[in-house]
């Protein structure tokens, strides 16, 4: 009789279609070219998330599709000065030319710059509704909102045409766009960031314009400057919203040192007569939600100090929140019960992961940070006045080639009208 024939080699998965290891033999074909594929995908996932959508470069502080969405509105000329246009159109452009990707998170990517609640500096100023603190996602719909860049965008688009910064083909290889803003300023520490990548995230808070630019100036004079020293300009993060940073100033020299830790802020309170007044709340933190805290304490008898509280809040007084105590009750004790038990006061975690000027995600501490930045300011500079400089030599060739023409200008008229190929 013929010899069987040889037994099919084990798969690496059951017939089911449900992977079995026990059945999978170890070193066979399937399995590696399984793993190898897999491996590869979701390197290359990662990474794309990591450098083009999560983590913002240092040089300019955004994120590709914030850049898109700048780059985008001042090729539609929505400059500070310019007269808004709708939400709509800008939305897309940039997704029709730089940003393949849906309209809804481009268009609430938009909605963040705007929110001065959100951006310690907003980058576009937004005509209609745009969200509130006690409802950030609250903005209209692209349709009904206009939009144009702020004053404060100028810092980053000022320099663009001056042969700054390097251009990249876009998703269809149609257009160009650039690959990084000639930022004027560290845009990442003025404004903040946060995002999640895989396997890292980001979280920066905002800080204050001079006193980063009183750094900065410092750190160019002494390049070896200690984070101490920075600190005597950059006191801590300044958050859009205000409240109190009660973090100890150890702690806070310990995050500028590493890079990593949690803040503690708190609300802002005064006293009117017999009434503590909230008038300012931590980064993020809802007025209605803390009043629904409050409510909710005095309804199940845990607050039997507080008489009433209203909402006072209103277009000249975004936040006031008036707490009516009964007599006699003591207010630091009143209130550290409702820092200890609601949402005024909150802790913020501080991670400065950033992707370094050579594309790489690190960790930064206050003075490294603040010194790559420089190194690409110091770039930006030398390739403005090398672009400047180019188009002088440029024209000189041409006027040397013209003052040869008008020395023998017989000669040239001369080659002109009689020779047969001029040129």
Not at 4 to 23: K, T, V, Y
Not at 175 to 180: C, G, H, S
Not at 264 to 277: H, P, Q, S
């Amino acid at each position: 009789p013929p010899p069987p024939p040889p037994p099919p080699p084990p798969l690496c998965q059951a017939e089911d279609g449900i992977r079995d290891p026990e059945s999978c033999l170890v070193g066979s074909e399937m399995c590696i070219r399984d793993r190898e594929y897999t491996e590869r995908a979701y390197l290359d996932y990662s990474m794309y998330v990591i450098l083009d959508r999560a983590l913002p470069q240092i040089g300019d502080g955004l994120k590709p599709v914030q850049r898109r969405i700048i780059y985008a509105m001042s090729e539609l000329g929505l400059s500070a000065t310019s007269k808004p246009k709708k939400s709509a159109r800008t939305v897309g452009d940039v997704i029709g030319k730089f940003h393949p990707h849906g309209d809804s998170a481009c268009y609430e990517a938009m909605v963040l710059m705007a929110q001065d609640f959100s951006y310690r500096y907003p980058i576009v100023i937004g005509q209609g509704n745009w969200g509130s603190t006690d409802d950030p996602k609250s903005f209209a719909a692209m349709r009904y909102t206009e939009s144009r860049l702020a004053p404060y965008a100028k810092s980053l688009l000022q320099e663009l045409g001056q042969g700054t910064v390097d251009w990249a083909p876009n998703f269809d290889g149609t257009l160009k766009e650039p690959v990084v803003l000639p930022a004027r300023l560290p845009n990442l520490l003025l404004n903040g960031t946060t995002g999640i990548a895989v396997g890292m995230s980001t979280d920066v808070p905002p800080h204050n314009l001079n006193e980063v630019a009183s750094a900065l100036v410092h750190l160019i004079d002494n390049p070896k400057a200690t984070v101490a020293q920075l600190m005597k300009h950059i006191k801590g993060p300044d958050f859009p919203t205000g409240g109190e940073l009660v973090s100890p100033r150890d702690d806070i020299r310990e995050i500028y040192t590493t890079g990593n830790g949690t803040l503690r802020l708190r609300a802002a309170y005064k006293l009117e007569g017999t009434d503590i007044v909230i008038t300012s709340l931590p980064y993020q933190v809802s007025g209605a939600k803390i009043q629904e805290q409050i409510a909710t304490q005095m309804r199940n008898k845990k607050l039997p100090q507080v008489d009433d509280l209203r909402d006072e809040s209103d277009h000249e007084d975004p936040t006031r929140i008036v707490i009516s105590k009964k007599r006699g009750v003591d207010v630091e004790q009143l209130m550290s019960h409702l820092f200890s038990t609601t949402s005024l006061e909150r802790t913020l975690r501080v991670n400065m992961n950033v992707i370094a000027l050579d594309g790489r995600p690190r960790m930064f501490d206050l003075q490294s940070l603040l010194t790559e930045w420089l190194k690409f300011r110091k770039e930006t500079v030398k390739n403005r006045l090398g672009h400047r400089l180019q188009i002088v030599k440029d024209r000189l060739h041409i006027l040397d080639g013209l003052l040869i023409a008008y020395l023998n200008i017989d000669e040239v008229i001369k080659i002109i009208r009689e020779e047969d190929e001029p040129k």
